[in-house]
């Protein structure tokens, strides 16, 4: 994906968020870290300025929820949660970049869980790469790329990477 695909594709998901609700302030976006912050931010900006409605966004760092943080030998990486408002009776939208087994995006749900206790969580991602291991599917999606095992999908955020793009490459042996 291009940064001009990308940019259209911030717009519909724009668009996807606010169109279930009359009223959109149960609506809230949280960004899991960290690709996941920054497509979520250019959405809740593009809400904001398309639609004029301010919405509610957040940051979430799963690492401590993962089934796996134990079993890894270094240190995990933590980053910063922040959820300035109240999730009770809310319509949370996750964010991610790319979707790959699900293990994630329930780790994302068990955080959310320990924080309130939302109306609703559904899920967004930029990409939808397949390999699931759990039963776990976007709700909406930039674009559904079918990998091999090898194949690790990068995508790239202008504030991080100095572009926007999406990327498949081919993972070195001994990479997987």
């Known amino acids: 994906?291009?940064?001009?695909?990308?940019?259209?594709?911030?717009?519909?998901?724009?668009?996807?968020?606010?169109?279930?609700?009359?009223?959109?302030?149960?609506?809230?976006?949280?960004?899991?870290?960290?690709?996941?912050?920054?497509?979520?931010?250019r959405i809740v900006e593009v809400i904001k300025n398309k639609f004029g409605v301010e919405v509610?966004?957040?940051?979430?760092?799963?690492?401590?929820?993962?089934?796996?943080?134990?079993s890894k030998l270094k240190m995990p990486d933590v980053q910063v949660t922040e959820i300035p408002f109240d999730l009770y009776d809310r319509d949370v939208v996750l964010v991610d970049d790319v979707l790959y087994t699900g293990r994630t995006v329930r780790s994302a749900m068990d955080a959310i869980m320990a924080y309130g206790r939302p109306r609703s969580i559904k899920f967004c991602c930029m990409v939808d790469r397949g390999h699931r291991e759990l039963p776990i599917a976007p709700d909406y999606t930039g674009l559904y790329v079918p990998t091999h095992e090898h194949e690790e999908v990068r995508v790239k955020v202008n504030d991080l990477d100095g572009e926007d793009a999406v990327y498949v490459v081919e993972l070195e042996e001994g990479e997987v």
Request: proline share 4%; hydrophobic share 35%; net charge negative.
């Open 1 to 41: 994906m291009t940064a001009r695909d990308l940019d259209r594709t911030y717009q519909r998901f724009a668009h996807q968020f606010l169109e279930p609700y009359e009223d959109p302030t149960r609506l809230a976006v949280i960004g899991m870290q960290t690709r996941g912050v920054h497509i979520g931010k």
């Open 56 to 70: 509610d966004f957040g940051v979430l760092d799963v690492t401590f929820y993962r089934d796996d943080f134990r």
